[in-house]
């Protein structure tokens, strides 16, 4: 099993900025596809980024705003948050799809969960 772990949350006002990291916890994991996901209280789960091959998507409430950006050899995942409006707040939930090292199956992975606020 993997393990994602997640950093980076916290309180900050409208207009700065944040970075999450979201590293797997073990090496023999190799992502496929991982992402940046994030639910507000009373709302559904949505897709905020993703990185997949040096590809990379968003959401249309964060272009311009938000980048995604990952670490090869360390299986981590970065999202760099700046321009940060209210309805930004979130639970933000990282997400992995990958095999393990000399397996053909593919496994997904989510984090628990770190939360951001934005204030006015």
């Known amino acids: 099993q993997v393990q994602l772990v997640e950093s980076g949350g916290g309180l900050v006002q409208a207009g700065g900025s944040l970075r999450l990291s979201c590293a797997a916890s073990?090496?023999?994991?190799?992502?496929?596809?991982i992402g940046w996901y994030r639910q507000a209280p009373g709302k559904e789960r949505e897709l905020v980024a993703t990185?997949?091959?040096?590809?990379?998507k968003y959401a249309d409430s964060v272009k311009g705003r938000f980048t995604i950006s990952g670490d090869n050899a360390a299986n981590t995942v970065y999202l760099q948050m700046n321009s940060l409006k209210p309805e930004d707040t979130a639970v933000y939930f990282c997400?992995?799809?990958?095999?393990?090292?000399?397996?053909?199956?593919?496994?997904?992975?989510w984090g628990q969960g770190t939360q951001v606020s934005v204030s006015s």
């Open positions: 997400h992995a799809r990958g095999q393990f090292a000399g397996e053909a199956y593919e496994y997904s992975y």
């Open positions: 073990r090496s023999t994991f190799s992502i496929i596809a």
């Open positions: 990185i997949s091959s040096g590809t990379t």
